[in-house]
């Protein structure tokens, strides 16, 4: 036993330097992973729980980046992949291609999204479709003999992704800081969330700085309106009541289209299939990504209204814009047989559900640790903040609280994550039960504390 334990510890340590050497990582400090190598090597997972190398078993709190939605080791996922790439595994759906999976998906997100989105454009993830939304937006308006409608409209500490338009619609100071490479005719709007520092509360026109950035630039000049319907990575930020509707009137009256970024909320995770669903909206676009597949390969798409549809398609030219992978049969036949698992267990109802479990569970954390304000939960998308109980601001960002409570977490085998100096991030796999979410707050519950005692 001792032995085996040995050989699994030496392969780990070998893949640890060959990772230090070889692998650059996403969204990481290159120096810490060049020098201190990854944290954690993942090489197994069940349900909520994903194991390291060495056998060691974790909760996946944050179903690793909002996406593996039905949980791991589903392998009804990986026999309908099989079975697809033993027939075929990828075929192009270039002029005149198709394949059956993707036809499939298609007529099913045409069923599943909410009103007349009944067309899609697939594309390999979340950037992807919201980089073709605001293509086919600025190909719909000079369609339509408007061909100045060009400019796209984000919201502050929105995320989008990280594609150069997509990075340049993300309200995120710190992707543009990156590389200087933001491109024009992309402007961020102060959005008036709740759980957000930005944006006055007590004006009760929400839609007032979108209104002032469309009458400053024109109207005429404005393609589109991109929106998480709550917003993700930027804080888990909640609209509040009446926001996104009074956003959908605004495009309404200045003839700007709505495009819902549903790349977190949509497929259960919101506690409806959609999460534009909990508000009373109609967007023109919806971008799709992450739980369509559960994370189970790569997919993403832009579903489309029927008149921007109709539009396109009674365009007689090539539209130059596909991607090798827009269609793929193998990630289609997988998002099909993910969303089947979505509806035959019930996730959507299950996310429902949790989400009362959820929010006792921060309730209870916020009423023992003086420290934690301001928790907020939509189905299994949940937050909560640190603060200075004397003063009623947010803790000293030198103290780097979020990060040494999901630290603590870490240690006691939790993955969270934490936004920023003061926010930490829950979004566990819809499969979760209330004993596992218990189990969830114990720990965090346990690693406040530890935290409260370095202070
Ligand atoms: N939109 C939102 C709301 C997202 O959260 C993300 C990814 N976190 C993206 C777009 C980008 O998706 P991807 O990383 O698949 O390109």
Redesign the pocket.
């Known amino acids: 036993m001792a032995k085996e334990i040995n050989v699994i510890n030496s392969k780990t340590k070998e893949l640890v330097e060959l990772d230090k050497r070889h692998f650059i990582h996403p969204t990481s400090a290159p120096k810490a992973a060049a020098e201190d190598g990854p944290s954690i090597i993942f090489s197994e997972g069940n349900g909520i729980y994903v194991n390291n190398m060495d056998g060691e078993s974790y909760i996946d709190g944050m179903s690793m ?2 996406n593996v939605n039905i949980g791991h080791g589903q392998k009804e996922l990986a026999e309908a992949a099989n079975e697809q790439m033993t027939k075929i595994a990828y075929s192009s759906a270039f002029k005149g291609f198709s394949n059956e999976p993707a036809i499939k998906l298609a007529e099913k997100l045409a069923s599943l999204a909410p009103g007349d989105l009944n067309a899609v454009f697939f594309t390999s ?4 479709s ?1 980089d073709t939304a605001f293509k086919l937006s600025r190909f719909y308006w000079k369609l339509k003999g408007k061909a100045e409608k060009k400019k796209i409209i984000g919201m502050q500490s929105g ?4 594609t150069q338009a ?1 990075q340049s619609a993300t309200g995120i100071p710190a992707t543009h800081e990156f590389a200087g490479s933001s491109v024009e005719g992309f402007y961020h709007a102060t959005p008036h969330l709740t759980n957000c520092e930005l944006g006055d509360k007590n004006d009760p026109n929400y839609e007032n700085s979108i209104r002032a950035l469309i009458e400053k630039e024109g109207a005429d000049t404005v393609a589109a309106v991109i929106i ?1 319907p709550v917003q ?2 930027g804080g888990v930020n909640m609209p509040p009541e009446g926001y996104l509707e009074a956003v959908r009137k605004l495009c309404d009256e200045f003839n700007i289209l709505f495009i819902a ?1 549903e ?2 909320c949509g497929f259960g995770r919101t506690g409806k299939m959609f999460g534009i669903e909990n508000w009373n909206v109609q967007p023109d676009f919806m ?1 799709i ?2 739980g369509i597949t559960s994370g189970y390969s790569q997919l ?1 798409g832009v579903m489309l209204s029927d008149e921007i549809r109709d539009t396109i398609v009674n365009y007689d030219g090539v539209m130059a814009h596909g991607f090798t992978y827009s269609g793929h049969p193998t990630a289609c036949a997988v998002a099909l047989k993910n969303i089947e698992i979505i509806e035959r267990d019930g996730l959507v109802e299950n996310t429902k559900e949790m989400e009362k479990e959820m929010q006792k569970g921060l309730a209870y954390l916020e009423e023992k640790h003086d420290i934690v304000r301001n928790c907020r939960t939509l189905g299994l998308l949940a937050a909560f903040e640190v603060y200075n109980p004397e003063t009623g601001e947010h803790l000293d960002p030198s103290l780097q609280a979020a990060a040494t409570i999901v630290d603590e977490c870490f240690d006691r085998k939790l993955i969270l994550r934490h936004i920023g100096d003061f926010r930490v991030a829950i979004a566990p796999p819809l499969v979760i039960s209330k004993q596992e979410i218990e189990k969830m707050i114990q720990i965090i519950d346990e690693s406040i504390t530890a935290f409260k005692n370095t202070l």
């Open positions: 980046l909002w993830g979340g950037s992807e919201n995320y989008h992704g990280v997509a998480e993700g990575a970024d790349v977190i971008s990504a992450k993403g």
